[in-house]
């Protein structure tokens, strides 16, 4: 089996996303959801799972990330590359929740 793959996503100066990468097909995948280093949230998808979404408001410094964020797996083939999207509505101190939406981690099959 190859080397995990890490892939980190600054969603702001306080919280990263950490994509791990793993498998003959690189198509099993682990997000965590981190607090500078320390990880708030984490869960797995692959092939057969494609999404996962977070159940709770994750509240991180002044940012709330709302429930019911979704990250979404494209596996990598000879054709595509594989790639992680993520979508949510986030917050900021006392502002409204806005829409955001990211292609976080992209890798290829080879």
């Known amino acids: 089996m190859a080397d995990p793959i890490k892939k ?3 969603l702001t100066p ?3 996303i950490v994509t791990t990468i793993t498998g003959d097909n ?3 995948i682990v997000i965590v959801i981190n607090d500078i280093n320390t990880p708030m949230w984490s869960g ?3 092939k057969s799972t494609p999404s996962v979404v977070t159940p709770v408001d994750l509240i991180i410094g002044d940012t709330t990330i709302k429930s019911g964020a979704v990250f ?3 596996c990598p083939s000879k054709f595509q590359q594989g790639q992680v999207s993520f979508k949510c509505e986030m917050k900021s101190g006392d502002n409204p929740f806005t829409p955001y939406s990211a292609i976080i981690a992209t890798w290829t099959l080879s």
């Open 14 to 16: 306080q919280i990263n």
């Open 72 to 74: 979404h797996l494209t």
């Open 44 to 46: 797995p998808m692959m």
């Open 26 to 28: 690189k198509d099993q």
């Open 8 to 10: 980190t996503f600054d």
